[in-house]
């Protein structure tokens, strides 16, 4: 079994694998709590600590919970972990006779943590797992109800002979391999959906929200609260004195994002990244964000909803005042099936020129990664520089906003 | 090395404390952040008790509590210092004030330089910090990290040895680490170089029996009859369990509403029997929209 040490070394690189921005300061926090005997007694404690440190947010919560749940086997043994964490319960002690997975034998009472052959740390009645479940499964297999903090404790397992317990009750949550998982929060006790399902965007969901936070248009409006120092300081000087110091409105962002979607398709299997990106976007604090909807290229006519039911003239959305800052086109662009379509092309050049005639902040994001775009309509599009086109990765997003940051300028 | 367990979440069981119910990983998780001098960063539906938290840990260890309410234009540095640069400047237009040769008497101090400044350890709360702008927690980095703070307008020379017997210097360090609290609505993304320095919590909405616990604690003047308020609770979460509201009724609207119940002398049985929502006695009181109000009576 791997030592502890090692063992949370696993965890850390795993989570950082998943995208979880970490360093070692995290670690070495990590393991200065674990340290503490009185905090850390208990595998739900550990649970919770490493959430503490290394979540950022309810789904990260889940997912180190999961991880945890991955790399912890049902029971630790090793005498520096039964040193730091200090634990030895007695019930375990009976139990651990039972279940014999490892060449270990306990003394019917706690093996003090001394003994260095025998002592097999039991981390809580509420991490046991049936014996056929261990003895029959990988590591990776485990099955454990989904921890995480403010729900009361997972059903005891050890309550029980162990055998009783092999059929997974209804109760139990089961880990796919490939990490999906269902977000669904903690308080409600659905009994139905006991699979987590989690979109794993190709760049998290904050990191969008932060790139699209750059693009910026601020421009002084509403009640006049701030005070102007330059224009104090004319005052003062031509009147000898200042009475009242000049006031000016807050700086606000009021960037204005149009964008235009592809649908239907090809796009179908990216509906599922698109739809989050999207929701990210609008929550980045842009005055305002309107997405409309198209199918293969963007016509003078585009759809309000992703059913394509009702229509609305592009002009309308582009014309002033209501000129958005920016214009997001989001399409494969025929990269997903590799094709080239000359009319797609002729099309999609036309609705760009006319698109100009009213800003020329326009980029063009793409669901497939750049090196999937040569010999497709977009391969050209983006040799020829038609338009600025971006894969959606954090790169990508980054220089995609920067590019209608500047662009015009 | 053992750590004592500072936090014990008793302030609801003891009187003289400070109405909160804390459960038990929550408890921990202050104690870790206690013990790792680092902040705690607090998430959660609204009416979940992030804000009383810090009151609550303050009450129950004894300490003074500061507290920031973060608006949409609050800067860093007011939570730290402020200069009254205008008195300043109209102290310095009257000739024979001269007050405002030094910059020292102008400078007063925010919630987080006080406990900065301050000998004593004590609990800072900065409350909704995520309503305001997006670089504003980058600018406390230094602070949350080292805890301490430096005074850039303030020249070292003006300080006079009396000054510094009073306290005053040009960077304060923090003697004692502050135990610092933060909340957000997660109306807005926070940047991740601030998340790091963190812990995070989520504090979920209370469960039935605690929020049974939270009716008798913060009504206790009131005789409150026991069915009468499990009833109440219960139809309580069917509403907030109703799908797309506006604005689901939290804890503060339930006390209102139990309050109204008690006064108006419903009975239990009246809130029972009806499997109609919308025939339930004074729901209205729960429910702060028009949309929602609509959408309940048609149910």
Known sequence: ?????????????ALRERGFELGIQEYLIALRLLAENELVGSRQDLILACQLMWAKSLEEQQLVAQTLEMFLPPRLDSPELA????????????????????????????????????????????????FELVAATSLEDVSDPAISPGQPDPQDLTAGPPDAATALDADTVMEIKGHFTLDKPPEEEDDEDKFIFEIELPVPDRQIRQAWRKL?????????????????????????????????????????LLVLADEGGSMLPFRHIIQPLLEAIRQSGLAEVKVVYFHNVPGREVFTDWRMEEVVRLEDLVATPATPHGILIISEGGAARHRYSEERLEKTLEILTWLRN???????????????????????????????????????????????????? | MSYIQRYKGTGASDPRGFPYIADES??????????????LLVKGPPGCGKT????????????????????????????????????????????????????????????????LRSKVESVVLIDEIDKADLDFPNDLLRELDEKKFTIEELDERELTPEDREQGFAKTYSATKSPIIVITSNDEKELPDAFLRRCLFYYINFPALEQLLQIVKVNLPDINLEENLVRAAIQKFMQFRQLKDLRKAPATGEMLDWVRVLHYW??????LESNPKLSETPYWQVLFKHQRDLERIQNL
Not at chain 1, 1 to 13: C, G, H, N, S, Y
Not at chain 1, 113 to 129: A, I
């Open chain 2, 52 to 115: 009383r938290l810090a009151r609550a840990i303050a009450d129950e260890l004894n300490l003074p509590l500061h507290e920031w309410y973060i608006k949409s234009t609050s800067r860093a540095r007011d939570g730290l210092y402020s200069i009254d640069m205008l008195r300043r400047l109209n102290d310095s237009q009257l000739h024979q004030n001269d007050r405002a040769q030094k910059l020292l008497p102008y400078i007063s101090f925010g919630p987080l330089g006080e406990a």
């Open chain 1, 358 to 409: 009213y800003t020329p902040r326009i980029a063009w994001l793409n669901p497939l990664p750049a090196v999937r775009w040569p010999g497709s309509t977009a391969g050209v599009l983006d040799r020829g520089r038609f338009v600025p086109m971006f894969a959606l990765e954090r790169e990508g997003l980054i220089r995609c906003v920067a590019s209608l940051q500047r662009a015009g300028n």
């Open chain 1, 1 to 13: 079994m791997a030592k502890p040490l090692l063992l949370l070394l696993d965890v850390f690189m």
């Open chain 2, 26 to 39: 929550l408890v921990k998780a202050v104690n870790m952040a206690i013990m790792l001098e680092r902040p």
């Open chain 1, 216 to 256: 910026r248009r601020f421009r002084r409006s509403g009640p006049a609260v701030e005070m102007d120092v330059e224009a104090t300081l004319t005052r003062f000087s031509k009147q000898g004195g200042v009475l009242n110091p000049v006031l000016r409105p807050h700086l606000r962002n009021e960037a204005r």
């Open chain 1, 83 to 130: 040193s730091w964490l200090g634990d030895v319960e007695k019930e375990k002690a009976a139990l651990d006779k039972e279940s014999d997975q490892t060449a270990e034998s306990k003394a019917p009472d706690d093996a003090p943590p001394s003994k260095p052959e025998s002592s097999s740390v039991g981390l809580g009645p509420e991490l046991r797992l049936p």
């Open chain 2, 265 to 270: 002398e419903v009975d239990s049985a009246a």
